[in-house]
């Protein structure tokens, strides 16, 4: 029995935060009336629990812990045991998942795990990342933040794919990628180079550009590029092309400004370039936990001869979200960088 157009859209926008990994308390779960049919339990297997059917599962640890809440949903839904009754898949990849050996909650937060973010229309980025906030390496690249979230639903509208469709793009300071495959992916650049200033981060990356089918595509690349450096900054925004020296067109950047210390060689590599292109179009995006730290950023590009204006691009509140979810208390910003007084209206509303 296919699923109806209200059920349909109750179990993806379910089946989305949890292949994203939203915490268990936190997911929009189906209606009791809805879970307790054999058709949608049949659906709920295949697309959360089978690895036959979907890919990149989530990590066993959460399989279990959202499994486990889902059959007891469905044990409190059903009222005529001979009428209704729990999907004999459900139970067995149930008492699979608890006789398997575990991980413990610390070593799962550490370990690397498949999570996938569904933009809308068929386009999902896969990633395998670190959830915990600082991996065990120390870094925080492993794992994707919020404004990577929101930047890439803004150029995964109308108006926001125009910086994107057709254009050379680079990221800096990319963490997992995200940013980048989904505009290779999905988008339609023409060219994507995707950088970090960590060489573990950029090995990483180089396996996500692989779980998305990118890793052939010649226009595709991920490099190490420290910000300041001029040599690689040369090496990275020029590129040969059968002879031909070509620039890029777009820059990004996401949740780069968090961290007062890098501000200025941030922003040294953000005024080198528009010095090399002036028509270059820098978007920024930035997660405001701290106006301290966003108002330092401000500070150093006037210093530097730049300044930026503000994209308008308000992020849907959580509980209207269909994909991809991230929270929306704190602000999250995205600005276009530019020297000072060179700033034009392109899509900035």
């Given at each position: 029995m296919s699923l109806h157009a209200d059920e349909e859209q109750e179990l993806q926008i379910f089946c989305r935060q949890y292949l994203q990994l939203v915490d268990a308390d936190s997911l929009a779960w189906p209606a009791s009336q809805v879970l307790k049919k054999a058709h949608v339990q049949q659906w709920l297997f295949q697309h959360m629990f089978d690895q036959d059917w979907t890919q990149y599962l989530p990590p066993e640890r959460y399989q279990a812990r959202v499994l486990k809440?889902?059959?007891?949903?469905?044990?409190?839904?059903?009222?005529?045991?001979?009428?209704?009754?729990?999907?004999?898949?459900?139970?067995?990849?149930?008492?699979?998942?608890?006789s398997s050996n575990l991980p413990s909650e610390s070593a799962s937060a550490q370990a690397k795990s498949y999570v996938s973010y569904d933009f809308g229309h068929e386009?999902?980025?896969?990633?395998?990342?670190?959830?915990?906030?600082i991996s065990s390496s120390g870094t925080t690249g492993l794992r994707t933040w919020e404004a990577a979230l929101h930047l890439g639903a803004f150029l995964t509208t109308e108006a926001g794919s125009q910086w994107i469709r057709g254009k050379r793009i680079l990221e800096l300071g990319a963490g997992t990628g995200l940013v980048s495959i989904l505009c290779a992916k999905h988008v339609d650049a023409s060219r994507a180079t995707i950088t970090d200033g960590d060489e573990g981060v950029v090995d990483s990356i180089k396996?996500?550009?692989?779980?998305?089918?990118?890793?052939?595509?010649?226009?595709?690349?991920?490099?190490?590029?420290?910000?300041?450096?001029?040599c690689a900054l040369r090496d990275s925004l020029y590129y040969e092309d059968e002879g031909q020296q070509n620039q890029y067109d777009v820059v990004l950047g996401a949740?780069?400004?968090?961290?007062?210390?890098?501000?200025?060689?941030?922003?040294?590599?953000?005024?080198?370039?528009?010095?090399?292109?002036?028509?270059?179009?820098?978007?920024?995006a930035a997660t405001i936990r701290n106006e301290e730290t966003f108002e330092a950023f401000s500070v150093v590009c006037r210093r530097n001869g730049l300044d930026h204006q503000e994209v308008q691009f308000a992020p849907p509140l959580a509980e209207r979200q269909t994909g991809p979810f991230y929270a929306t208390s704190t602000p999250i910003r995205i600005v276009k960088v530019s020297k000072v007084g060179e700033h034009d209206a392109f899509s900035l509303s």
């Open positions: 809440k889902l059959m007891t949903r469905i044990e409190e839904a059903i009222e005529d045991p001979e009428e209704d009754e729990i999907s004999d898949n459900l139970m067995s990849a149930l008492s699979l998942l608890l386009r999902t980025v896969t990633l395998l990342e670190s959830r915990s906030i396996t996500n550009v692989f779980l998305n089918g990118l890793d052939t595509a010649a226009d595709t690349e991920s490099i190490v590029l420290r910000w300041g450096r001029s949740d780069v400004t968090y961290d007062k210390t890098v501000i200025p060689a941030l922003v040294a590599t953000l005024a080198d370039m528009l010095q090399r292109q002036p028509s270059l179009n820098i978007l920024i």
